[in-house]
């Protein structure tokens, strides 16, 4: 369990194809205390530890990403030099400052438009249509893992507002217009709306 809150921008180090896909990520984490089989939100995903090192002072970790998981998220986008928002999973007593995220996507979505607005950037998203009946105005949504609250919703496109450091310190700043994103609905909006199909 997550709530959305990076704590950490890693870079894909390697890929490598022994299997499922492998796939080495660079971190600031102190990888000492990353135990084997841990998870980690990597861009919203949640993903296995299965191996990690120190590399020239460098620390990194491995995760591992079945074809199922590759056909249903971005991970397949990612190429050496790619950014990851990665955010290590909850701990008893720890601050929720985001909101509750599961780390499983739902669905995938695209960069429609990047514009500054003030101080901050205005994003717009598309999204599949079968997601937008969850996302409404002043909810929660995570977009690669980073929870965000939702400014507007328009037909199948909805934005958020960046502010700085979430511009600099998450992905967001490197996100280019037509650029895939992982989705992940707010959980509280999908038990809303099975109450009220079932009704």
Wanted: glycine fraction near 12%; aromatic fraction near 6%.
């Amino acid at each position: 369990m997550f709530t959305g809150i990076i704590t950490d921008k890693g870079r894909v180090r390697a890929i490598s194809k022994p299997g499922d896909t492998l796939i080495e990520i660079d971190t600031s984490y102190d990888v000492a205390r990353i135990a084997i089989g841990a998870s980690i939100a990597c861009s919203g995903p949640c993903l296995t530890v299965v191996r990690r090192g120190v590399t020239e002072g460098q620390g990194w970790f491995a995760v591992e990403a079945s074809a199922e998981t590759l056909s249903k998220t971005t991970i397949g986008d990612w190429s050496v030099g790619t950014p990851v928002n990665l955010e290590r999973a909850l701990r008893v007593g720890d601050e929720l400052g985001g909101h509750i995220v599961s780390g499983h996507v739902d669905g995938v979505g695209t960069v429609r438009s990047i514009r500054p607005e003030g101080q901050s950037w205005r994003f717009s998203f598309e999204a599949p249509s079968e997601l937008m009946r969850y996302i409404a105005h002043k909810g929660s949504i995570a977009i690669d893992g980073v929870s965000l609250t939702v400014n507007e919703v328009e037909g199948e496109t909805f934005g958020v507002n960046i502010i700085p450091h979430t511009f600099t310190e998450t992905t967001f700043g490197q996100m280019t217009q037509g650029q895939r994103i992982n989705l992940e609905i707010d959980a509280l909006a999908r038990y809303v709306e099975r109450i009220r199909t079932a009704n």
